[in-house]
């Protein structure tokens, strides 16, 4: 029996070339934000780290004495001491807590530029000097905290439970749904072959099944915490005993409080 012809006959299949850069940009970016996510398991007070009511606590009252204040010098002697906190840092929060303040220290200067050119420009410095330290202060105790600690932090504090509760659910989400994502995304490029025209009908479809997923993940955390008993209140255990090297950001906090006095605010 003869071999049909087609048998014999070279395939060389070469598709056309298409675009995938929406694909591996959106991919680059979910790996950041769960690589982000990831590194915030590791640094709190349960593996060694500092005490995260501590740093709660010295935060908000750092952040309100900037606020308040009027004075350029005491400005300048709180960004001081925080660059010198920020010195002994690791290299990745550094980069985090610059990414965070630098942007938004140019955006109101950008804003408040107009002012200094009708001269106040005095008053346009304090301005990007509170806000690059206060989101700087904010950024870094989200830097060196695990994000279960400040949600610990928070119950200490007397925040209302539901707040820590959307704050907490919201976290879980991300980073489950953000794998889900991912899987979808290599999934679509593995799948893509040649020119996709219906570039949109595949990104439905996947915007579709997270939906659908968040939806399951939703019910099965209803189910799990109707079968535990939960009502809605956060029982934190027993906190350990800050030690003293948790008691440094106090004493920041205090120089930082008599300045603000001697400078008169």
Known sequence: MAIPYWLLRDEAYTPRPDRDAFIHRTTRSLLRALGALRRRTGGGSARGGPDARIGL???????????LSRSTLFLATAGTLFLVILCFQRAETIRDVLSASLPAGLFILAVALPS????????????????????????FFSAVTEWRQITRSLAVCRVPDLFILVLDTTLRSIALLGEVSL?????LRLRSVGSNREKT???????GTVFLKARELTEDMQAAMECRGFTG??????????????????????LLAGVFVVTGG
């Open 57 to 67: 606590a010295s935060t908000f009252l750092v952040v309100l004495l900037v606020s």
């Open 183 to 187: 899987a979808l995304l290599d999934a």
């Open 116 to 139: 200094a050119f009708w001269g106040n420009t005095a008053g346009v410095v304090r301005l990007v000097l509170k806000v690059l330290i206060c989101v700087g202060r904010v950024r």
């Open 201 to 207: 009908a595949a990104l439905s479809g996947i915007a």
């Open 233 to 254: 209140s956060y029982r934190m255990a027993r906190e350990p005993r800050p030690r003293v090297r948790d008691c440094l950001p106090l004493l920041v906090v205090a």
